[in-house]
């Protein structure tokens, strides 16, 4: 056998032996889901808020130029359109996250 093979016998072997030493509780999986899900929401709103506030204000001060106006009102479009996929995807993790038997709250606190 070669030194390589030999290697990697021992080295399968032992993530093996780890794998099966390591439980994963299915609450603490949940548990950070829902942090990652509730941070990310704060930070999404808080881009697509700002992003609706630079439209406004480009929008205003292009008052001469019909170009910018156009791109500032792209862009309060498109910072609203993303506040949707954002209000939808937070809904479906929301949902996805819910425990058995749960009706109106996500997996956060519960487990």
């Given at each position: 056998m070669k030194?390589?093979?030999a290697l990697t016998l021992l080295?399968?072997?032992?993530?093996?032996?780890?794998?099966s030493a390591v439980t994963?509780?299915?609450?603490?999986?949940?548990?950070?889901?829902?942090?990652?899900k509730d941070g990310m929401f704060i930070i999404g709103t808080t881009i697509v808020l700002l992003m609706m506030?630079?439209?406004g204000v480009k929008y205003v001060y292009s008052a001469d130029d019909p170009?910018?106006?156009k791109q500032a009102l792209s862009t309060i479009i498109n910072?609203?359109?993303?506040?949707i996929f954002l209000i939808l995807a937070y809904t479906v993790i929301t949902m996805i996250?819910?425990?058995p038997g749960a009706a109106s709250y996500g997996a956060c606190g519960i487990y």
């Open positions: 030194a390589r093979d080295l399968s072997l032992l993530l093996i032996q780890m794998s994963l509780d299915l609450s603490s999986v949940f548990n950070f889901i829902c942090t990652l506030v630079y439209g170009g910018g106006r910072a609203f359109i993303g506040g996250t819910l425990p």
